[in-house]
């Protein structure tokens, strides 16, 4: 099982930064993938950005040029560091880790608890 836990959300002027940080901890063989999701109240959960072991990024275009994503594969962890936020950046953020517990182990899919973001205007 594998455990991921978010830090770093918060109340933030328009225009201000952020950074958001994840830890993933339990039984880790290997994390393929880790993310940062986002869910505004009465929207759906959205991909924020999502970075590779290897280190290759994807982000979505709200965020592109604002918002970067980074990871420490030897801590497991995950961090977004948030630029020029706006009013609609408010959502709750949550971490998101694809890997495998085990060679021959099935792969396991993880979220956080969230973490609440608030930009105010």
């Known amino acids: 099982q594998v455990q991921l836990v978010e830090s770093g959300g918060g109340l933030v002027q328009a225009g201000g930064s952020l950074r958001l940080s994840c830890a993933a901890s339990?039984?880790?063989?290997?994390?393929?993938?880790m993310g940062w999701y986002r869910q505004a109240p009465g929207k759906q959960r959205e991909l924020v950005a999502t970075?590779?072991?290897?280190?290759?990024?994807n982000y979505a275009d709200s965020v592109k040029g604002r918002f970067t994503i980074s990871r420490d594969n030897a801590k497991n962890t995950v961090h977004l560091q948030m630029n020029s936020l706006k009013s609609e950046d408010t959502a709750v953020y949550y971490c998101?880790?694809?890997?495998?517990?085990?060679?021959?182990?099935?792969?396991?899919?993880?979220w956080g608890q969230g973490t609440q973001v608030t930009v105010s205007s």
């Open positions: 998101n880790a694809d890997g495998k517990t085990g060679w021959y182990s099935p792969d396991f899919h993880s």
């Open positions: 339990g039984s880790i063989f290997s994390i393929r993938i």
């Open positions: 970075i590779t072991h290897g280190g290759s990024t």
